[in-house]
């Protein structure tokens, strides 16, 4: 019997992708992060779990060491 294990790996595109979803909800809340001078937690978790914070991490912590370019965009 042979069985095989298909691991498919987060890449920065699907990290933006993700994140672009997130514009509705960005701009939500936008007058509230302004008067408040901080993101808001929704946001913030949202990004989180977007895996937008990943980006820039160094893959040995489980980041996706994307370069300039992805965080830019």
Do not use: C, K, W, Y
């Amino acid at each position: 019997m042979t069985t095989s294990s298909t691991t498919t790996e987060e890449t920065a595109h699907d990290v933006l992708d993700r994140a672009a979803a997130l514009q509705t909800l960005i701009r939500e809340h936008s007058a509230r992060n302004e008067r408040d001078r901080r993101v808001s937690d929704e946001v913030i978790a949202a990004l989180r779990d977007a895996g937008a914070f990943r980006l820039a991490a160094p893959r040995r912590f489980g980041g996706l060491e994307a370069g300039l370019r992805a965080m830019l965009d």
